[in-house]
């Protein structure tokens, strides 16, 4: 499976700066990337050619404001977060506002990575302007990355939630296991997943969630790789699984509906978008883990 590869500098150096980022919005090479109500503004009216706009921070009118880091060159990136009935920027005919799930794999690798940043941090900053131990108002610190109550004077930072995502596979290794949740109404089969709960290491949650969510035992666990995923603050770990006993496979019938093997023949016609059911978008892990899983002995 590709990791992605990290470009972008997060500057955590200029982030305890006074005043960074109004000297940071002066600047000429500043570029900004604007969020509203989860989504960000795109260039190019072709979807299969798109990239994110990133403005100068003079178009800018009003936001609530973020570093984002540095690029490839060297350039600040802020973030801007715009309140959803804002008409904060003027947007020209081939721009329009998209989210990580319409975007799917269409963005570049460093695109893609500002873009979770982003909307990750972005809703932070417009989730949580309270403290949540005395629920009083917070001034932002650290560019963006903190929050200090001005009440009690604890200091909040972005939450990042753990999350399993499993690909479970036969002993024999020609059969995949994937559920399908309620919330998707059987239409789509994926990998199971679930929250790490508190004073539980991943490989606990990776067994209890399997056994929870399809009623099967697992013979052996392997992790092979991350990604952050803004809905809303998890960082998801996926893993690769093996089966105890393929007949054990009972969906719990609340959040997952349908548990079923699926041949490998039966997974390439899924991602070709022939049938026999949907499988998750090309943004997400869980279809990187389906086809990882399906590309080892095509």
């Known amino acids: 499976m590709t990791v992605m590869s990290t470009s972008l500098d997060r500057a955590a150096d200029l982030r305890t700066e006074p005043g960074v980022i109004d000297r940071l919005r002066a600047e000429s090479t500043t570029q900004v990337i604007a969020v509203r109500d989860g989504r960000?503004?795109?260039?190019?009216?072709?979807?299969?050619?798109?990239?994110?706009?990133?403005?100068?921070?003079?178009?800018?009118?009003?936001?609530?404001?973020?570093?984002?880091?540095?690029?490839a060159h060297g350039?600040?990136?802020?973030?801007?977060?715009?309140?959803?009935?804002?008409?904060?920027?003027?947007?020209?005919?081939?721009?329009?506002?998209?989210?990580?799930?319409?975007?799917?794999?269409r963005l570049g690798s460093d695109d893609t990575e500002l873009l979770i940043e982003a909307l990750a941090l972005g809703g932070w900053l417009r989730d949580a302007p309270f403290c949540p131990a005395c629920g009083g108002g917070t001034e932002?610190?650290?560019?963006?990355?903190?929050?200090r109550c001005l009440v009690c004077g604890r200091e909040h930072f972005p939450r990042t939630d753990p999350a399993v995502i499993v690909a479970v596979e036969s002993a024999d290794g020609e059969r995949l296991l994937l559920g399908a949740n309620a919330n998707w109404g059987g239409r789509m089969y994926s990998c199971f997943a679930g929250f790490t709960e508190a004073g539980e290491s991943l490989e606990s949650t990776v067994h209890r969630e399997l056994e929870e969510e399809s009623g099967v035992r697992l013979a052996s666990l392997r992790y092979v790789s991350s990604q952050p995923w803004p809905f809303p603050r998890s960082l998801m770990l996926?893993?690769?699984?093996?089966?105890?006993?393929?007949?054990?496979?009972?969906?719990?019938?609340?959040?997952?509906?349908?548990?079923?093997?699926?041949?490998?023949?039966?997974?390439?016609?899924?991602?070709?978008?022939?049938?026999?059911?949907?499988?998750?978008?090309?943004?997400?892990?869980?279809?990187?883990?389906?086809?990882?899983?399906?590309?080892?002995?095509?």
């Open 40 to 71: 960000v503004r795109i260039a190019g009216g072709d979807l299969d050619s798109v990239a994110l706009l990133r403005v100068p921070p003079s178009e800018i009118v009003e936001a609530t404001w973020a570093l984002l880091g540095r690029d």
């Open 75 to 105: 350039a600040a990136v802020l973030l801007a977060v715009l309140q959803p009935e804002a008409d904060s920027v003027d947007t020209a005919p081939d721009e329009t506002w998209l989210g990580l799930r319409d975007l799917g794999a």
């Open 140 to 147: 932002l610190r650290q560019a963006g990355w903190s929050r």
């Open 238 to 298: 996926g893993f690769r699984a093996v089966v105890l006993d393929e007949n054990d496979v009972r969906p719990d019938g609340e959040e997952i509906i349908d548990a079923r093997w699926f041949t490998r023949d039966e997974i390439g016609t899924a991602l070709a978008g022939e049938g026999p059911v949907g499988l998750p978008g090309p943004s997400s892990i869980a279809r990187a883990l389906i086809v990882s899983w399906f590309e080892e002995r095509a």
